[in-house]
């Protein structure tokens, strides 16, 4: 009775706060409480209860952070007043992230996720939720994107969206990866893409891997009907810290359906130094002129483009 006093104070208090101090008050509180609950060996029901709380504390600091960030501060460039606010805020940028995405679950979606989880008797997270968030945010990009197009292309491009297994705290998919920036796809969802159907009998695929994620390209570039011929490695200068190296390099895979040997019998370096751009996950120009001049003949299209890209391609897919 203790427990549910609490619970119902908590709730009372987060529905009547309007700063993020109060709300991250509230949300340690719970969390607190429904860490002790568990070590006390109180019933799943007691520490969902608990685990609700947080939750929609880290709900509603979500949609506080925004308008946080925009009224507060000198006014620098956006990336450094985000990073200060957040300072300020005693708020980290996975938490950020994670806080933010979570506000943005339709509100009947997220009533339902928090009653579903709890009828089941299965145990309420923030990680469970954050994941929910992001198969809602696919699934409506799923939902929006273009059909593909009807054409047969014998030159195919793809920068895919891969989604990354790197955790943070609670388990939670790190906030500085590439969901982030642009909805993320799995192995098994990127395989599902008909993209078999868009290649030539004869036809040749350039696709970007990078190094942390190469082992799980093969079955996509196999569900797309192409075989790895041969690789370009791209020298992006600049260092980019991972967990064992530095890791300054990504690999443009060369793959085939058929037989589409080079047009143009010129062999380019296999390794390529080029200096990255500060936009994420951007390729240089280069790389699709390599292409064209490779395979000056037959229709063209890149998938996910970012940016802008000549006329005489097409193009496909979120960027």
């Not at 793959?255 to 010129?266: A, E, H, I, V, W």
Request: some cysteine; overall charge negative; hydrophobic content about 30%.
């Amino acid at each position: 009775m203790h427990q549910l006093t609490h619970f119902n104070k908590a709730k009372q208090e987060l529905a009547i706060a309007t700063s993020i101090d109060e709300v991250k008050d509230i949300r340690d509180k719970a969390e607190a409480l429904r860490a002790y609950t568990k070590q006390a060996g109180e019933t799943l029901e007691m520490q969902n209860q608990c685990a609700e709380i947080k939750i929609r504390a880290e709900r509603r600091a979500g949609e506080l952070i925004p308008e946080q960030i925009e009224h507060g501060g000198d006014r620098k460039t956006e990336s450094s007043l985000h990073h200060e606010r957040l300072k300020d805020l005693d708020i980290s940028e996975s938490q950020s992230h994670r806080w933010q995405t979570i506000a943005k679950i339709p509100e009947e979606e997220f009533e339902k996720h928090i009653s579903e989880t709890m009828d089941k008797g299965e145990e309420l997270t923030s990680v469970g939720t954050y994941k929910k968030a992001q198969k809602l945010k696919r699934q409506k990009q799923k939902d929006e994107s273009p059909p593909l197009p009807s054409d047969k292309y014998r030159i195919i491009y793809a920068d895919v969206p891969w989604k990354y297994s790197d955790t943070c705290e609670d388990g939670a998919i790190q906030g500085k990866g590439a969901d982030k920036h642009y909805p993320v796809m799995s192995i098994q969802e990127l395989c599902e893409l008909p993209i078999i159907d868009l290649a030539d009998d004869n036809s040749v695929l350039f696709f970007w891997v990078t190094s942390p994620i190469l082992a799980e390209c093969w079955p996509v570039i196999e569900a797309w009907g192409f075989t790895y011929k041969a690789s370009f490695v791209w020298d992006k200068i600049k260092h980019n810290f991972g967990h064992y190296n530095s890791v300054r390099h990504e690999f443009l895979l060369v793959c085939t359906k058929g037989s589409c040997l080079p047009d143009n019998k010129k062999l380019y370096d296999s390794v390529i130094s080029l200096e990255k751009t500060k936009t994420h996950s951007e390729k240089p120009p280069f790389f699709r002129e390599l292409i064209d001049d490779l395979y000056p003949h037959g229709k063209r299209i890149e998938l996910f483009a970012r940016g802008e890209i000549p006329a005489h391609w097409d193009r496909w897919g979120n960027e």
